[in-house]
């Protein structure tokens, strides 16, 4: 059969008059481009009630200055990790493991065993929280008990009071961190002003020119001279002219700050002294090589229940010792 062209064409719904505009036509009204008013895009986690979500944002409230975005936004760590735009909702457990389906705690959730994600800032503290973990899990430390220890005869429920419950263990290895931390580095780095100034004395002091005259001394006795600190010997059979009026309660951290601010309180005036005779005997006692064993016996013969001074730390023992001794110092 022969095609006509002008009489197929006309008939053809190819013809022109089916390309005339109509106002239903989805091109027409350009539903293809994006609305303004865009809703809200339904998900299958669930969402807090007290969230504010748009088509941007799971909580478009900021906190701390951020707001909770349904893409994950393109910085350069999450575009070199490939999560950069992924909804936050439909990541995996394994694309937040260093590697992958291999991280061994993926193998052991998928035997059921509990799990839990502890989220990090810096590759610094996952190093340290992982290898933190893998040691305490080597020597099968039990952290349970040494948190109870530490608390003494009668510790917090570790279910209910959970940070409570461990806070005496937190808190001394927080306090050897933060006794092995350096000097703030606007401490140790001197201004140019004050090195051109230190600079100068140094040449007028080598030429022999006084920077400012010198001051006559007062005729006067020798200055007291600090008295030195004590050796660990010293502090170790040293004898109480009177016994402390109170002790700690218990062998907990918290308990030991109360009493040794309770017991520097009845020298009135000596606040400093009080302070720095506690920290030397600390820092002598450290630095030697005393057992905890024998801190703990003096403890007790100073009046501190045995129950308790078994328990209490190496500082707490050389603190309660320190704070007993400064009367006789």
Wanted: with cysteine.
């Amino acid at each position: 059969m022969s095609w006509t062209r002008e009489q197929d064409w006309a008939k053809s719904s190819w013809a022109s008059s089916s390309w005339e505009k109509k106002g239903s036509s989805g091109w027409n009204n350009r539903d293809w481009q994006k609305s303004p008013q865009q809703s809200v895009p339904s998900t299958n986690v669930a969402i807090p009630s007290s969230f504010t979500s748009d088509w941007e944002c799971y909580d478009k409230n900021a906190i701390s200055g951020k707001k909770f975005f349904r893409n994950i936004q393109s910085t350069p760590w999450s575009t070199k990790a490939g999560l950069a735009g992924k909804d936050v909702a439909d990541l995996r457990v394994s694309d937040l493991t260093r590697k992958g389906l291999d991280d061994f705690s993926l193998r052991c959730l998928s035997n059921g065993e509990f799990q839990s994600l502890v989220f990090v800032r810096s590759i610094s503290e996952a190093v340290f929280v992982t290898n933190l973990l893998r040691h305490i899990r080597q020597d099968r430390i039990d952290l349970d008990a040494v948190a109870a220890n530490m608390h003494g005869p009668a510790p917090p429920d570790k279910h209910r009071e959970s940070a409570r419950f461990m806070q005496p263990l937190l808190g001394e290895i927080v306090s050897t961190i933060k006794a092995n931390s350096p000097p703030p580095a606007d401490s140790s780095q001197q201004s140019p002003e004050s090195e051109q100034l230190a600079r100068a004395k140094r040449k007028l002091k080598e030429a022999g020119i006084a920077l400012t005259p010198e001051k006559k001394q007062a005729k006067t006795g020798p200055k007291p001279t600090a008295s030195p600190s004590p050796s660990a010997e010293q502090i170790l059979n040293a004898e109480l002219p009177n016994p402390p009026n109170s002790v700690p309660s218990s062998s907990s951290p918290d308990v030991v700050e109360k009493w040794l601010k309770k017991h520097q309180s009845q020298f009135r005036g000596q606040a400093a002294a009080f302070k720095k005779h506690v920290a030397d005997v600390c820092s002598v006692l450290k630095d030697s090589a005393t057992d905890r064993q024998s801190l703990a016996d003096l403890a007790i013969k100073y009046g501190l229940k045995k129950s308790h001074a078994s328990k209490m730390s190496f500082t707490n023992l050389s603190s309660f010792i320190g704070a007993c001794q400064f009367e006789s110092a």
